[in-house]
């Protein structure tokens, strides 16, 4: 079953779009040299094969999401790109918490 949805971290649901983990993939790949568009692509469809597979009825989350993005980096060998990756979600996820805190 092909995931038609995804669960935001607010909770709400919104239409799953490839092409947007596509472009974060590509940015993060250029960032660190290790790849360009074709290997987005090619990333892309292993991270939406694996959704199909993991998730059946259930919507999967930004954050479930976000994981399996990090392990295919790190299975296909672009570990310089999974960490800028990882470091990237790590400042994001505080800046959020900063957001929270200030109101």
Do not use: C, S, W
């Not at 790949?29 to 990333?43: D, M």
């Amino acid at each position: 079953m092909a995931t038609k949805q995804i669960k935001k971290r607010d909770g709400r649901m919104v239409v799953f779009e490839p092409k947007k983990i596509e472009a974060v993939i590509l940015k993060a790949g250029q960032a660190t040299g290790e790849f360009e568009k074709k290997e987005a692509k090619r990333l892309v469809g292993i991270v939406v094969a694996i959704l199909g597979k993991t998730n059946g009825k259930h919507v999967p989350q930004v954050e479930q999401i976000q994981d399996i993005v990090e392990r295919v980096l790190m299975a296909a060998g672009h570990y310089e790109t999974a960490k800028a990756f990882i470091l990237y979600r790590e400042r994001h996820a505080k800046e959020r918490q900063a957001r929270q805190v200030i109101g």
